[in-house]
């Protein structure tokens, strides 16, 4: 089981099986992506707080924060699935 968040303004953190801090300093529009091996691949955008956005895949549960708490700031994802590897990027195309 994994769980990925965002922290401060700038980092995404992931925490379980896997442990791994993705520094990002411009999510823009479109977010950052991150892929999964378990085949999930979720969008993570900061706005006021940080969204996340489940783009494909199954076994991830979102919890989202409120807007206006300053204890609270990050959409939480857990991936209950085994994971084995997660890869962090900022562009994505599809057909």
């Known amino acids: 089981m ?3 968040y965002g922290a401060s303004d700038d980092l995404i953190e ?4 896997i442990r791994a801090e993705f520094p990002v300093t411009d999510t823009g529009e479109d977010g950052v992506l991150l892929a999964v091996s378990s ?3 979720i969008r993570i955008r900061y706005r006021t707080c940080w969204r996340i956005d ?3 895949g199954a076994g991830v549960e ?3 924060c409120p807007e206006d708490d300053e204890d609270n700031y990050s ?3 857990t991936i209950t699935d085994p994971v084995t ?7 994505f195309v599809k057909a």
């Open 54 to 56: 489940l783009v494909t």
């Open 2 to 4: 994994i769980k990925i």
């Open 62 to 64: 979102i919890v989202p």
């Open 14 to 17: 992931v925490d379980g099986d």
């Open 85 to 91: 590897w997660i890869v962090c990027r900022d562009e």
């Open 39 to 41: 085949g999930v691949v």
């Open 75 to 77: 959409d939480v994802a």
